[in-house]
């Protein structure tokens, strides 16, 4: 084995994914201390994606005050790529359920004005190509507050500017993008979208992501009716589409406003972190690939990063192995998308809490105890 590729997403609630990748490398170190590592850190386009672009391309992290889901200030975060011209926003900086404590979550009100900002500002920066992504939002406004942010006018009856929250747009009568950024023309929008729910009716934002974001029962049908009076006003001022658009419904609504204003493309997460990492141009020449996440489970084979990264790795005709927290049910379905081995870090009876403090340990020692059976294998059969 000459040269291995380590391409983790992180450990939610326990380790980063660069963190993952350095306790990777340790442990193939212990027992292959020739061998080459490249370490590309992943994410699948949720919580963890700009932190692991930043360190795959060597890019930076930028922080601004901008409006927070509430209407108050917040600090939040992005990333420039190493290129200096991509940006990567995490919604859920500006416009993150976190964000609102509990008592507070009322989707009538909250605002994914901040998002826009964040924009705003990292165009400001020079940037012309954005990675979004909408998981984790407080809000059901469909996006009109990024789109206020960046200069559209949502009017009312009365001329005047809507206020903010899913609830205000039953008042929208007019949409001008006459006084929108110039500068989002010559900008590429690629949204990490990982659901395939339309804006509205049954399987919309208001429905299926409401209750999560605070939207009592009696709420939820007057979000859905004023996203779908949204909806109808984009369609006839702006011209586009967005009711039944699949994902569109993501991040309550924020997918289709992103289209809708920005002319923004929505995509698989971790194919896109997959892109902007340069992962491929790496598996190529690698005579190993070893990914993992926290879990793997049935639910690991829809987008999930081990196997966007085994899908990619099968490509070239790659043995992949998986490192991992635990396994649940379903988990044998990965062995039909690409991986090959699973490897966990459990090797004593731990608590949760103390499988969380020596996670980096337990990674490591699982990833040596690979390492010795591929060597091992690798004598034999030969």
């Known amino acids: 084995m000459g040269k291995i590729i380590i391409a983790s997403d992180s450990f939610k609630g326990a380790v980063s994914s660069l963190e993952i990748c350095d306790a990777i490398e340790s442990g193939i170190k212990q027992v292959c201390q020739e061998v080459e590592t490249i370490k590309i850190p992943m994410a699948d386009g949720g919580e963890g994606t700009v932190d692991s672009l930043i360190a795959a391309t060597r890019g930076r992290l930028i922080s601004k005050v901008v409006t ?9 975060k992005f990333g420039i790529l190493g290129d200096n011209k991509t940006a990567v926003i995490e919604m859920a900086e500006a416009s993150g359920l976190p964000l609102v404590p509990p008592e507070k979550r009322n989707p009538l009100k909250t605002t994914t004005y901040g998002t826009g900002e964040l924009i705003k500002y990292a165009m400001g ?11 984790g939002s407080a809000t059901v406004d469909g996006g009109a507050g990024m789109a206020q942010a960046l200069g559209a006018k949502l009017i009312d009856k009365k001329g005047k500017e809507i206020g903010f929250g899913g609830g205000n747009l039953s008042n929208l009568f007019k949409i001008d993008i006459s006084s929108m950024d110039k500068r989002i023309k010559a900008c590429d929008f690629e949204v990490a979208c990982d659901v395939s729910n339309p804006l509205c009716g049954s399987k919309g934002a208001a429905y299926v992501y409401g209750p999560q974001k605070g939207a009592t029962k009696a709420q939820i049908p007057k979000l859905d009716e004023a996203l779908s009076h949204f909806a109808g006003v984009i369609r006839r001022d702006i011209g586009v589409k967005v009711e039944n658009l699949a994902g569109a419904g993501a991040a309550g609504g924020l997918g289709a406003g992103l289209v809708a204003f920005l002319g923004a493309h929505l995509k698989s997460g971790i194919e896109l972190v997959i892109k902007a990492s340069g992962l491929e141009k790496h598996i190529q020449n690698a005579d190993l690939v070893i990914t993992g996440e926290g879990k793997i489970d049935g639910q690991t084979i829809f987008g999930k990063t081990p196997i966007g990264v085994a899908r990619l790795a099968k490509k070239y005709r790659k043995p992949v192995i998986a490192v991992c927290g635990m396994v649940d049910e379903g988990y044998e379905e990965v062995y039909k998308n690409g991986i090959d081995v699973i490897v966990t870090e459990f090797n004593s009876p731990l608590t949760t809490q103390e499988q969380i403090g020596q996670c980096k340990k337990l990674i490591q020692q699982a990833t040596a105890n690979a390492m010795r059976l591929a060597t091992i294998t690798k004598r034999v059969l030969t």
């Open 68 to 76: 927070g889901p509430l209407g108050k200030k917040v600090k939040a």
């Open 125 to 135: 920066k020079g940037c012309e190509r954005f990675i979004i992504g909408i998981g």
